[in-house]
C-alpha cells in the first residue's frame, strides 16, 4: 500500500473519506458473500449468480479513473510484478474495484463452462480458484481498512493536541496586526465612546440575584396550590330546619282556629257541653334566590381550578342568601316568611320587675318558660349572636361570690343553658336571640341549588360565559306551631325583668 500523507487542515475530510471507503469495502465483502452464496451447488440454476451479480452492482462505487486492469472497456488480470505493485500503490477503492471486476470475470467464466457442459474436473478446479480468490481478497481489504483506521486515530490525537495551540496563535497574531489600533484608544473619552469607537470589557464580579437576573421570574415562586377564601359565616340556621319537598309554587296548609266550648261535667237531665271550631287554609308561596357570575373563556381555559371555585363560591353564597331570608325574610315575595318573623314576641309575664340584677341568662330562662306555658314542646336551639354568647361565659354568681354561672354548662364545645345548645351565629344580630324548637319549622325545597352555564346577550361576541345558581322553596311555620319560638332584644327584656 502506498504511504498516508496527511496534515491537519484536512483531518476532517480524510475522516470522511475514510467513512465512505469502509463502507464501500463493507459492501464489497457482502458481495463477495452473496457471489459465494450464488455458485454453491453444481448442478443449480444460475440465475442466483443473476441475483448476486444485480446486487454487487447495486452496492459497488464505481472509480472516477479508468484503472490499469481495464483495457478497451474489458477486464484484464494483473499478475506477477504488475499485481504487487498495483496492491502497494492502490487505494482502498481501486482494490476493491479490481477485486470486484475479477470476480465478475471468474463468474462469467464458470458460468460458460456450465452452459458448455465442461467437466465436473473443469469446473471443480475454476470453483476452488474461486474459493482461494476470495480468502486473498477478504485478507487484503481488512489490512486496508486495519491502516486507514490507524491513520485516522493518529490525526484525531494530533488535533486534540493542536487545536487549543492554534487559536492561541490565532488571537495572539490578531492583537499583533492591531497593536497599534489599541495603543490609540488609551487615551480616549470614555464618554464619547460610540464616536470614538471605545471597546469596553467587563470584569468579572459577584452575581447577585438583583443584579444579575432579568427577563422573567428566577427562581419560580412556590405556589400552594388551592385558592384561600374569604371568610364568610357558617350556615348554622339552615341546619336546624325539618327540610321537605316541594311539588308546587305554593305550598298550603290548613290549621284549627277559633275554637269555642270546652268539655266538662253534664247533670242528669241537661245539655252537653258543645265544643267547635274553623278550619282555616294557609299558604306559603315558593320564592326564587339567584346569583351568577359572568367570566371570560380564556379565565376558564388558562385558571385549570376556576370553574369549580365559581360554582362553590355561588352555592356558599346562595345559602347564605337562604338562610338570611328564612331567618329574617318580610314575607314578600321573592323573600321567605322568616322564623324571626312569626316568632312570638318576649313577654315578661309574671316575672316582670322580680328579678334582682337581671341579665342575659335570666331573659333566655323566662323565654323558655314562655314556649311552655304555651304548651309548646321544649325548645332545642336558641340562637345568638358570637359576642353574646361570650359575655355569658364570664358572668359569676356575684360580685363576691366569683363561681361561674353553674346552669351554663359545655357539652363538647357548645355552650347550653339548662340543656338547650346556643348557637353561635352572626346572622343574629348582637344583643339579639332566638328560642324555640325549630323542629316545627319546615324549609320546603324544590331540587336544591341548580348551577348551570350559559350564554347571556352579547357573551357570544365577547367570548364571556354566565355561571348562574338558583334555589327555590319556602320555609312554612304553620299558624298553631309559632308560639313555640320566642325572640327578643336583650337590654330591654333585661329591663322588663330587673326589679324596680
Not at 383 to 410: A, C, E, G, N
Request: overall charge neutral.
Amino acid at each position: 500500500m502506498k504511504e498516508l500523507n496527511y496534515n491537519n487542515s484536512n483531518a476532517n475530510k480524510m475522516k470522511i473519506g475514510f467513512a465512505k471507503r469502509k463502507q464501500t469495502l463493507s459492501r464489497v465483502i457482502i458481495g463477495l458473500f452473496l457471489l459465494f452464496c450464488g455458485i454453491g451447488v453444481y448442478s443449480a440454476d444460475f440465475s442466483k449468480s443473476q441475483n448476486a451479480e444485480t446486487i454487487i452492482g447495486q452496492v459497488l462505487t464505481i472509480a472516477t479513473v479508468i484503472p490499469a486492469f481495464m483495457v478497451e472497456g474489458k477486464f484484464k488480470e494483473l499478475k506477477g510484478e504488475e499485481l504487487k505493485t498495483f496492491i502497494e500503490t492502490a487505494d482502498p477503492e481501486q482494490l476493491a474495484e479490481y477485486y470486484n471486476q475479477k470476480n465478475e470475470a471468474t463468474r462469467k467464466e464458470l458460468e460458460a463452462k456450465i452452459e458448455s457442459k465442461a467437466t465436473k474436473e473443469d469446473i471443480e478446479a475454476l470453483k476452488t480458484q474461486l474459493a482461494e480468490d476470495g480468502k486473498e481478497q477478504l485478507k487484503m481489504l481488512n489490512k486496508a481498512l486495519k491502516e486507514y483506521g490507524l491513520a485516522i486515530e493518529k490525526i484525531n490525537k494530533e488535533n486534540r493536541a493542536n487545536s487549543l495551540t492554534t487559536q492561541t496563535t490565532a488571537i495572539r497574531k490578531g492583537l499583533e496586526e492591531n497593536l497599534e489600533q489599541l495603543k490609540a484608544l488609551k487615551g480616549v473619552d470614555r464618554s464619547k465612546a460610540t464616536e470614538s469607537g471605545w471597546i469596553s470589557f467587563k470584569a468579572a464580579d459577584t452575581m447577585l440575584e438583583s443584579t444579575n437576573i432579568s427577563g422573567g421570574n428566577v427562581p419560580v415562586e412556590q405556589r400552594i396550590p388551592g385558592l384561600n377564601l374569604i371568610a364568610t359565616r357558617r350556615i348554622r340556621l339552615y341546619d336546624l330546619f325539618a327540610k321537605g319537598s316541594a311539588t308546587s309554587n305554593i305550598i298550603s296548609w290548613v290549621y284549627q282556629a277559633n275554637r269555642d266550648g270546652s268539655a266538662g261535667g253534664t247533670s242528669e237531665g241537661t245539655t252537653k257541653n258543645q265544643i267547635d271550631f274553623d278550619l282555616v287554609v294557609a299558604s306559603q308561596a315558593v320564592v326564587k334566590r339567584t346569583a351568577f357570575i359572568k367570566v371570560s373563556t380564556e379565565m376558564l381555559d388558562d385558571i385549570d381550578f376556576i370553574e369549580s371555585e365559581i360554582r362553590n363560591e355561588l352555592m356558599r353564597l346562595l345559602m347564605l342568601d337562604v338562610e338570611s331570608t328564612a331567618y329574617s325574610g318580610n314575607n314578600t315575595p321573592p323573600n321567605m316568611n322568616g322564623i324571626r318573623t312569626v316568632a312570638t314576641a318576649f313577654a315578661a309575664g309574671t316575672f316582670a320587675g322580680t328579678v334582682d340584677n337581671a341579665n342575659e341568662a335570666d331573659v333566655l330562662t323566662v323565654a323558655a318558660n314562655q314556649i311552655a306555658i304555651a304548651n309548646q314542646e321544649a325548645p332545642n336551639a336558641i340562637l345568638m349572636h358570637p359576642s353574646d354568647i361570650t359575655k355569658l361565659k364570664l358572668y359569676k354568681v356575684s360580685s363576691t361570690d366569683r363561681r361561674y354561672i353553674d346552669r351554663l354548662i359545655f357539652i363538647g364545645d357548645t355552650l347550653t343553658l339548662d340543656g338547650v345548645p346556643m348557637i353561635a351565629t352572626t346572622l343574629v344580630t348582637a344583643g339579639t336571640y332566638l328560642v324555640g324548637n325549630f323542629n316545627l319549622s319546615v324549609l320546603y325545597q324544590m331540587q336544591g341549588v341548580m348551577i348551570n352555564i350559559g350564554l347571556d346577550g352579547n357573551d357570544w361576541t365577547k367570548n364571556l360565559r354566565t355561571i348562574i345558581a338558583e334555589w327555590r322553596g319556602a320555609l312554612v311555620t304553620k299558624n298553631n306551631d309559632r308560639t313555640a319560638f320566642v325572640k327578643g332584644t336583650f337590654s330591654t327584656d333585661i329591663a322588663a325583668l330587673e326589679t324596680a
